[in-house]
């Protein structure tokens, strides 16, 4: 199964956003947890509980919003999200939990929904205790904020950013049982890019009908072909977590995988979880480009992923993108460590349409040419094993010297 997404069997929903599927008010504001003015606190609120599915970081110290989130998500089913960036709340104790639970507490109080559908999530510095008094003032203040347009969908994505220089949202409708059905989504994420489950902070709404098992399945296989294949410089924070809603609104008959319109769902809910990846890979801290590894005639899927990722991975790798160096011993090297099976003899290698390897030997090429292309916004490395069937696609960045310096001084 390759990643790129058969894009004929939805629509691109231009300016759409978080807010477009119907039953959803979204909204953000600044409460003091920044030392910035920027928005630093944010809520997702449905009409209706909603179908609801998540995935989490395997990291073993997971941050006290996913415990809460994982109880509240028990029954399938959500009606609000309560965000707040600035602060992880991660490694804090029993005083996290607690604190963890009182946003929750506070949001269903403020939002009029039940406590137990409502989602935590934190993202920001480790090991420091919240702001109780600062989140409470915030949360307090969001249900006036909340709506349906450009500028509370505009807020909520300012409220959930880090180091992250640009928004990521999508959105797309597919047509299911002759209705229109709308899919989007909202991330965050720059740094400490290395997810194991999803991304960094991603919340995904819908308005289809769905279950809750099948909104869980789906999420799985968009996110393994997306947010697992995604990396900035390895590392997975302790509090990754990706959240997707569906309101129902749309009045199609149920979503199964045996629905005759799930594949068109399928795709387009896949192609909003690509979009958001790829512009967390492209926003990675202090980066210039966004490069793309694409291996083909693998043994099998699985063993393109663990390819793809080692390449793009690569500390080598992305210091010569950086460099715009088409060193492709680098490349081959990652692909030889990759712990995969490869014929060392049918390895071919391009630079976008450069080939530079072809049957694991040198091929001569023109370095002006290539030294072009790498120094463009976008570089693909196409890697073709000849061993198998098996294809994946991986994003990442460049490794830049920006990169040191943002994250030599990130808690101070």
């Known amino acids: 199964m390759g990643t790129n997404v058969e894009q004929q069997a939805f629509s691109v929903v231009e300016n759409g956003s978080i807010v477009t599927p119907g039953g959803f008010t979204v909204g953000g504001l600044h409460c003091g947890l920044k030392k910035t003015s920027r928005n630093d606190i944010g809520a997702i609120r449905c009409d209706v509980p909603a179908t609801a599915a998540a995935v989490y970081t395997t990291n073993v110290f997971q941050a006290a919003p996913l415990k809460v989130t994982r109880e509240s998500l028990s029954n399938g089913r959500l009606q609000a999200v309560i965000v707040n960036s600035g602060n992880a709340n991660a490694c804090t104790g029993q005083q996290g939990e607690e604190d963890a639970y009182a946003m929750r507490s506070a949001a269903a109080r403020e939002l009029g929904v039940a406590e137990e559908d409502v989602a935590v999530a934190s993202t920001g510095v480790i090991g420091e205790l919240l702001k109780m008094d600062a989140v409470h003032s915030g949360i307090i203040g969001l249900p006036t904020q909340l709506g349906k347009e450009a500028n509370e969908a505009e807020q909520f994505s300012q409220a959930i950013l880090t180091t992250d220089l640009v928004k990521k949202e999508a959105c797309v409708s597919v047509i299911v049982n002759g209705k229109t059905v709308t899919i989007a989504g909202a991330a965050k994420g720059s740094g400490m890019i290395h997810p194991n489950m999803a991304t960094m902070l991603a919340f995904m709404t819908s308005d289809a009908v769905i279950g809750a098992e099948a909104l869980q399945r789906l999420l799985r296989q968009a996110t393994n072909h997306t947010f697992n294949m995604i990396t900035v410089d390895g590392d997975t924070s302790t509090n990754d977590m990706l959240v997707a809603m569906s309101s129902g609104y749309a009045g199609n008959e149920e979503l199964t995988m045996d629905h005759p319109d799930w594949e068109a769902f399928a795709a387009g809910f896949t192609y909003v979880c690509q979009v958001l990846a790829k512009a967390i890979a492209r926003d990675g801290e202090g980066a210039t480009k966004l490069v793309e590894v694409e291996v083909t005639g693998a043994v099998s899927d699985e063993s393109a992923q663990a390819i793809a990722k080692t390449v793009i991975g690569s500390s080598l790798v992305k210091s010569a993108m950086f460099g715009a ?48 292309y790498l120094q463009t916004d976008t570089v693909r490395i196409v890697v073709d094993l000849h061993h198998g069937e098996g294809t994946a696609t991986a994003w990442g960045c460049d490794l830049t010297y920006d990169y040191v310096r943002i994250n030599a001084a990130y808690r101070t």
């Not at 680098?330 to 450069?354: E, S």
């Open 325 to 372: 160096d088409a060193n492709w011993g680098r490349i081959i090297a990652a692909v030889g460590r990759a712990g995969q099976p490869v014929n060392p003899d049918t390895v071919n290698i391009r630079l976008g349409d450069i080939p530079v390897l072809e049957q694991s030997r040198p091929v001569v090429f023109d370095e002006e040419a290539a030294l072009a």
